[in-house]
């Protein structure tokens, strides 16, 4: 049992980690770890700046040109985060992509663990989530390729036939796929389940927006069955949700900007957050923000941000719980806004404990324990909306929430979430669990 306040946040801006400098100084990528205690920045300077999650400096390091008695001519045209946060991996336009080691805490020693040197200006770069022995980047002849840690060495996943220029590269929602966005307007899809590349479709323009998201679950879905979308943008001013699956890609959804409003400008990025149902695009002086409506079980733009004087924004990045959007613009500012759609104050009545529980979409939230800042992400697989009401802290410890087909648990103490059928045939009966068992 607990009381409750509620309030709505849609994207408040919190801090700039980088000033704008007086003329152009573009940043060119943005990453943020996934257990989210580092944000990484780099601009045309080629430092890289190193954030905590409270926004606060902490590190920077020179990237290294390709030859070590090379020119300092370069740019960083990538950048990500392994899996296990502790490695970054940086592409640069010299024909190279660095492996640099970070280590677990602030203060380890930096190091470069690895090196892909290639024949061709690196464009892209994506470090799928569930292959953390490798890490995919593009080359400006339109190829793919994979680059293996253990090995250290570079093969090709496939290969534009006509070497159309790599715009951009996104890696899928389960970590297992990657996609391709070509100068030519081609999108390519590839599984490594399958090994195998498809040509999804092509876009009317060069798509430099490009993420891979879920598609909204169907009304009677426990699982994700509808497949996956991805998110094409680009100079012709429209956003649209293409069917991952298959050639000859649908598209299942289309919002036309240029058509809406006469003074719309060329989309420039996109990025989804972790969950795959929150897009956030970016433009001149302003970004969107797109997710997937529970009820009708479609996108919809939930938000337009108008920033004067930020011009185009070149770089976004999700916080991995969705709570928080970092943004790269043309003058090398670094803006982090809060995501958070709704947010609830919980006190229990057992010890009067609070709680901070954050929704970053329909179908996830994060809870925080103001006492220690202990904290979990409780996510729907089934990406079925979680009812606000129905989330409750048991014991100061359990979490517990409710979709109208399953029920979520949550342990704040060891992290772990787990999420089954609900066993009440009823979507207002709340579930009903004896947490004192042990103590009896």
Known sequence: AAAC??????????????????????????????????????????????????????????????QSDGPKNFVVRGMAFSPCSTKLAIGQSDNIVFVYKLGFEWGDKKSICNKFLQHHPVTALAWPAGRAGELAFATADGKVRVGT????????????????YVVALASSPDGNGVCSGHLDGSVYVFSFNSGTATRLTTHPCAPYGLAWGVAPATSDATTHTGG??????????????????????RAKQTFDHGADDPDAREFSCAAFCADGETLAVGSFDAFFVYAVDPRRRVFRLVTKKHVPNLYTVS??????????????????????YDACVRRRRLTTRRSGESYDVAFTSHAAFVVRRLRDDAKCILRSKSGLEIAEDSVAIKRDRY??????????????????????PSLSTT????????????ER
């Open 5 to 66: 306040t509620a309030c709505v946040s849609a994207l408040r801006y919190l801090n700039t980690v980088l000033p704008p400098d007086e003329g152009i100084k573009k940043v060119t990528a943005i990453a943020w770890s996934p257990n989210a205690k580092r944000l990484a920045a780099v601009t045309t300077d080629r430092v890289v700046q190193m954030f905590d999650d409270s926004g606060a400096k902490r590190d920077k390091f020179s990237t290294k040109p390709a």
């Open 149 to 164: 840690l253990k090995t250290n060495k570079a093969s090709t996943l496939y290969a534009h036939p006509e070497q159309s």
């Open 228 to 249: 996956g979308v991805i998110a094409c943008a680009g100079a012709d001013k429209k956003l649209v949700f293409y069917d991952s699956r298959g050639e000859g890609g």
């Open 315 to 336: 770089a976004l990045a999700w916080r991995k719980d969705g709570s928080q959007l970092a943004l790269g613009a043309l003058r090398g500012n670094v803006d982090v």
């Open 399 to 420: 979490v517990v929430a409710r979709t109208h087909k399953t029920v979520l648990l949550a342990d704040l103490e060891t992290g772990l979430v787990s999420e089954a």
């Open 427 to 438: 979507s207002d009966k709340a579930p009903s669990f004896d947490f004192d068992a042990d």
